[in-house]
């Protein structure tokens, strides 16, 4: 049976633990499935400017996809877009994604202070956990899509006619079926891996998906080798998936699942494409490494705990900027060196 907390007259739902219902027999974890993956356009979610808001969180690389994408297609003035965290002060029992950013912690399109009410809104049977990315409708106040697998795809395609001017075209018609053979190819081997590493419950489990993740980056080493990115010489709804993983790899899930067989500075083609594409606007503004850094694990242990040194003291003083945004080079890889995107037509 759900258990409730109440907070400032809410009754929130406290959030379900991944290594606990998210784990099978064997120590393998299992991601949830998405639950609101209904579409846009007739018939399904409308296609409208002024009436969606896209939650995501800094750490959480499945909505860092949603925030690129809705800045490289320019896409700020049709869908508002609120940063979701966990609060400082903790809770008796985790109670999920908060509204930290708004004031008194309440949304004020939706009047919500978690995001866990906008999915009981839309479905009061839900029973997982909340998770960004959150497309909300917030004439509704309800959730419309969490489908982080199709998201940035809608973005691209359903919502084009909100596209800036001389937008990327992330999702060449001609290159979707290729596209998203990728896109769940990184899903498996890279994306979803680190994460199985991580919330694994026994030792076959991590060994499994430890080297399926470090075969995925070998993989996307060698591809890189000869290509700028990994359709040729333009960014593509691939390469924000790839990316989101890189610029955690090292500042994050690292410390997480043992000691690394490389880092990603020492993958000669990875770390070179993931700064070229660091220096595009829209990545490095919803780039975030000291936040990716940073261990709430740390509150739960005396202030002088040796991790303290690292986490607390070198890496704010760390010039992130500086080190991603050294040239790279690898424009010669290109037939069109001095641009990174095809534009829509």
């Known amino acids: 049976m759900a258990e409730y907390i109440t907070v400032n007259g809410r009754q929130i739902r406290v959030r379900p633990i991944e290594t606990v219902s998210e784990v099978d027999q064997y120590g ?3 991601r949830q499935p998405n639950h609101f993956t209904k579409g846009f356009g007739p018939g399904e979610n409308p296609v409208d400017k002024d009436r969606y808001i896209l939650f995501w969180a800094k750490g959480c690389h499945w909505s860092n996809r949603a925030s690129i994408t809705r800045e490289l297609l320019g896409l700020q003035d049709a869908i508002k877009v609120e940063i979701v965290g966990w609060d400082d002060d903790p809770y008796e029992k985790p109670l999920g994604w908060e509204f930290v950013n708004s004031p008194d912690h309440i949304n004020p399109e939706t009047g919500a202070q978690f995001l ?3 999915y009981y809104n839309a479905d009061p049977s839900y029973e997982g956990r909340a998770t960004v990315p959150a497309f909300v ?9 969490n489908d982080y697998h199709k998201l940035t795809n809608y973005l ?3 919502f084009r006619k909100y596209h800036k001017q001389d937008a990327p075209d992330l999702y060449p018609e001609e290159l979707r079926e ?9 899903f498996e081997n890279v994306n979803n891996a680190v994460y199985r590493a991580q919330f694994a419950q026994s030792l076959q489990a991590f060994s499994d998906a430890y080297e399926t993740f470090f075969a995925g980056l070998d993989a996307m080493e060698e591809r890189l080798e000869h290509n700028r990115f990994l359709f040729g010489d333009y960014v593509t709804d691939s390469d924000i998936r790839l990316y989101v993983t890189l610029a955690r790899y090292d500042v994050a899930y690292s410390r997480n699942i043992g000691p690394c067989k490389k880092r990603l500075v020492d993958y000669k083609n990875l770390w070179g494409y993931a700064r070229d594409l660091y220096q595009i606007p829209a ?4 780039t975030y490494f000291k936040d990716f850094a940073a261990s709430k694990d740390l509150t739960k242990v005396p202030d002088d705990y040796w991790e303290s040194t690292y986490y607390d003291i070198v890496i704010p003083q760390t010039d992130f900027d500086a080190i991603w945004k050294t040239p790279t080079g690898r424009e010669s890889l290109s037939k069109d060196p001095a641009n990174k995107f095809l534009l829509e037509s």
């Open 28 to 30: 393998n974890f299992h």
């Open 116 to 118: 866990s009410e906008l």
């Open 137 to 145: 409708d917030y004439t509704t106040g309800k959730v419309v899509n």
């Open 156 to 158: 691209e395609v359903d």
């Open 178 to 186: 290729e596209i998203d053979k990728l896109n769940w190819w990184l």
């Open 283 to 286: 990545f490095y503004h919803n």
